[in-house]
């Protein structure tokens, strides 16, 4: 049975275990549209009643497939997520780019302006399908995206695309408004200028890396923030481990993992084997330990990938498992390991 948390400072309750929809616009690989379809479905059979979606994902391919699939429920029974900042301009053919593989013919082009989030906000209902969506998540926001044109991006976020999501919040037509980001340090900057219901953190706070518990983490706990959970496997490295020596390149932050991040996932399998414990179960269950934490979204790109997810969420991983990490300086001292 997946724990149901509120959406601080809202009314909207997430299971512990979301639906990450990044693959349904076949990123990396493609799918049919009756894979996705099964997929999300067997989320529902399981409890998940979280989905996240954007625009970029597939430029608009995950957002149909997710409508398409969820207009058999009310709506009352699940939290739909969805992002702004980025236009679908259309282009003359769909290609393989950005990692999406047969992608809608659209190119995404980014626009955090006051009505370039309204119409963000109104396409995706259209290609949704849905009358409603409960989060939005200004996407992408930061320099790791925008480089040497961050602080512009910023400045028109702020100043003018927030404004927008204020306005949806305020009048009721989303229960939540957010930043969907790789990086915990542009939330830290935004929450300087702007009020924010939740983040979806992606990558940030991992059982590789902590350093949002720092600042970061102690601040949302502060400020009543919540913390929706992505990438809990560091693009693939916490999911596949590194000690099968027939598997591909182990992949950490989307790239080929460096050396020194291989030899501490080979220390904490090693663990892992000692306590029994399967290396993604640990690696989905860590961040919930947190209390400003209420979900975990990974990607789920099957009707069989969900179940197995599912599982590795009720995995029971004992306490010693998680001292023992400390104890050998693979997880910080101060993560939390159990929610009281």
Known sequence: MLKKNRISKTEAYVTSLGFGAATLGNLYQPMSDGEAHSAIEKAFQ??????????????????????????????????????????LKPCTMASEKYGYSSPMPFEPIFDYSYDGVMRS???????????????????DIGSLTHGDDHKNQFSVAIDSGYKAMRELRDQGVVKAIGLGVNEYQICEEAMNYASFDCFLLAGRYTLLEQKALTSFLPRCEKDNISIIIGGPYNSGILATGVSNAQQSTPYYNYEPAPAEVIDKVRKIEALCTEYKVTLAAAALQFPLAHSAVASVIPGLDSAKRVEQTHALMQEKIPKNFWLELKDQALLCADAPIARE
């Open 46 to 87: 399981l409890g998940i009643n979280q989905i996240d979606t954007a625009p970029f994902y597939g430029f608009g391919l995950s957002e149909r497939r997710v409508g398409d699939a969820l207009r058999a429920y009310d709506a009352s029974s699940y939290i739909i997520s969805s992002k702004v900042g980025r236009l």
């Open 121 to 139: 906000f109104e396409d995706s209902l259209q290609r949704l399908g849905l009358s409603e969506i409960d989060i939005i998540y200004m996407h």
